[in-house]
């Protein structure tokens, strides 16, 4: 079992910056690949960005590429997403999630993680 709590959501100008995390307990956090999800009001939640163990794969969804960037620290069991020149589209409530399997690459399907956290809402403003 993980438990994943995130944080560092909030009101942010267009063009600002924000850092969320999404600090893990339980099993060996370094077990798992993790992933940021967002879930836009009135829309389904769609993938965000993933990291496998070793931080050595990255994927990112095109709409976010080259703005935000994935990271995380396995001695401090907390992954990362560094939102930079955020846009009013880019409000929504984001999610970390971890995925079993620790030689895996990070997927960017919803169904294939295994825990979720609460969630952090972000909302940008034009």
């Known amino acids: 079992q993980v438990q994943l709590v995130e944080s560092g959501g909030g009101l942010v100008q267009a063009g600002g910056s924000r850092r969320l995390s999404c600090a893990a307990s339980g099993r060996s956090f370094s077990y798992y690949a993790m992933g940021w999800f967002r879930q836009a009001p009135g829309q389904e939640r769609e993938f965000v960005a993933g990291?496998?163990?070793?931080?050595?794969?990255?994927y990112y969804a095109d709409s976010v590429k080259g703005r935000f960037t994935i990271s995380r620290d396995n001695t401090k069991i907390t992954v990362y997403l560094q939102m930079n020149n955020l846009q009013p589209e880019d409000t929504a409530v984001y999610f970390c999630?971890?995925?079993?399997?620790?030689?895996?690459?990070?997927?960017?399907?919803?169904?294939?993680?295994?825990?979720w956290g609460q969630g952090t809402q972000v909302t940008v403003s034009s």
């Open positions: 990291i496998n163990w070793s931080s050595s794969v990255t």
């Open positions: 999630a971890a995925m079993n399997g620790r030689w895996s690459p990070p997927s960017t399907r919803e169904a294939v993680y295994n825990y």
